[in-house]
Nanobody, 124 residues
Framework: QVQLVESGGELVQAGGSLRLSCAASGLSFSTYTVGWFRQAPGKEREFVGASTWSTSWSSYADSVKGRFAISRENAKNTVYLQMNSLKPEDTAVYYC?????????????????WGQGTQVTVSS
């Protein structure tokens, strides 16, 4: 069974850092594009960033560019979202998702498999 499991979300002060993990089972990240999205209460789920595997082509939302970065660890079949200089407006449930397409799409409807999400709360 294909499954994505996010972890690493917690309460952090503004200016701090967190690293989220997305571990896959039942599929190999080596053939998929992985995206990160987030959803704050009362808001639509929005694109954070995405990274292809084979080309290491990444794309980020303007709101996180320069602060967030996606990386991968092949041996653990895990993708990470490093989040630095966190702001209260970064507070949301963060989701990872995969798509078989080879571009780092920012469109959530392009993603086929989703994790359950992990809560990130940034206090001011």
């Amino acid at each position: 069974q294909v499954q994505l499991v996010e972890s690493g979300g917690e309460l952090v002060q503004a200016g701090g850092s967190l690293r989220l993990s997305c571990a896959a089972s039942g599929l190999s990240f080596s053939t998929y594009t992985v995206g990160w999205f987030r959803q704050a209460p009362g808001k639509e789920r929005e694109f954070v960033g995405a990274s292809t595997w084979s080309t290491s082509w990444s794309s980020y939302a303007d709101s996180v560019k320069g602060r967030f970065a996606i990386s991968r660890e092949n041996a653990k079949n895990t993708v990470y979202l490093q989040m630095n200089s966190l702001k209260p407006e970064d507070t949301a449930v963060y989701y990872c998702a995969t798509r078989s397409g080879r571009t780092p799409s920012g469109n959530k409807s392009d993603y086929e498999i989703w994790g359950q999400g992990t809560q990130v709360t940034v206090s001011s």
